[in-house]
């Protein structure tokens, strides 16, 4: 329908300007794309909701990929790895290196990172630091803001138990870059992705943790820990295991706080109300 609707094309029918209109603006928005058509051809739309949505759809990340192309070199982060984090421990720096060095350039067969940690060390304000765009999810499954070019995936504040309860693709599909496969749309289409991003989950210790935290008892869950052992690198943080130190606040005043660090996590911007 819109394949032969190039720069240079000239409507001359009524419908053809509505599709030419609904192109422009599916642009920016897929939905207000599909109510131009469905008032200007109603009969039509009826027929052909379907491939409508995909062809607008299409146009839409078609244009999403363009713009993240030309605003690549805009990027800007508040943090970067690993020069924003001077005082990050030394095992669990060598950990997160690893996996860095090993597996973020991947875009095929690249293992999970799965950091399980208590609220407040870091772990958020470390996975946005590494380089390049990354999709960012925060305990919620959202399909609009998912975007095939990222570099990566972040899945924050999401039990393991619970992620595909919370309407989230199977974890061996998006955790583990399985390529192509389908996810439900809010209209009821199916929409293909593709997932070649490697992908971070953060988990909180004892609260999201769910069956990576308790030995497997049945043979099923055997297969499933055997599963994620061979296709994740889950890191553990020890009590004492952070990616920045905490501020200080001394104990003779409440009001003053330590400027020893100039790393605020998001951990904490969440639980202080502030974003």
């Not at 999403?64 to 790895?81: D, P, V």
């Not at 772990?123 to 998912?146: E, V």
């Not at 039990?159 to 389908?182: A, R, S, T, V």
């Amino acid at each position: 329908m819109f394949n032969n609707m190039n720069d240079d094309f000239i409507p001359e029918t009524p419908e053809e300007f509505i599709l030419v209109r609904a192109a422009e603006l599916a642009r920016t928005n897929v939905n207000v794309a599909m109510d131009r058509i469905r008032d200007g051809m109603p009969s039509d739309f009826s027929k052909n909701r379907l491939n409508y949505f995909k062809e607008l759809n299409h146009i839409f990340v078609r244009e999403q990929e363009e713009k993240m192309n030309r605003l690549e070199h805009l990027i800007f982060k508040t943090h970067a790895w690993p020069e924003s984090f001077p005082d990050c421990t030394p095992a669990l720096r060598r950990a997160v290196n690893r996996w860095v060095k090993q597996e973020l350039r991947r875009t095929s067969g690249a293992k999970c990172l799965i950091l399980i940690g208590p609220s407040g060390t870091g772990k958020t304000s470390f996975a946005k630091s590494l380089p390049g765009y990354y999709n960012y999810f925060d305990g919620q499954w959202r399909l609009d803001i998912w975007k095939n070019f990222t570099s990566y995936s972040i899945f924050d504040n999401i039990g393991w138990d619970e992620f595909e309860e919370k309407g989230f693709p199977n974890k061996k599909h998006i955790l583990i870059q399985n390529g192509y496969f389908k996810v439900p749309h809010e209209t009821g289409v199916l929409i293909e992705i593709n997932c070649t991003q490697p992908a971070i989950m953060l988990l909180n210790q004892g609260l999201h943790e769910g069956q990576l935290g308790r030995p497997p008892i049945t043979y099923e869950e055997e297969r499933v820990a055997m599963f994620w052992k061979e296709h994740a690198i889950i890191y553990r943080m020890g009590s004492n295991e952070y990616f920045y130190k905490k501020p200080l606040v001394p104990a003779h005043d409440e009001n003053q706080v330590s400027s020893s660090s100039t790393i605020v996590s998001d951990d904490e911007l969440k639980a202080s109300g502030a974003e």
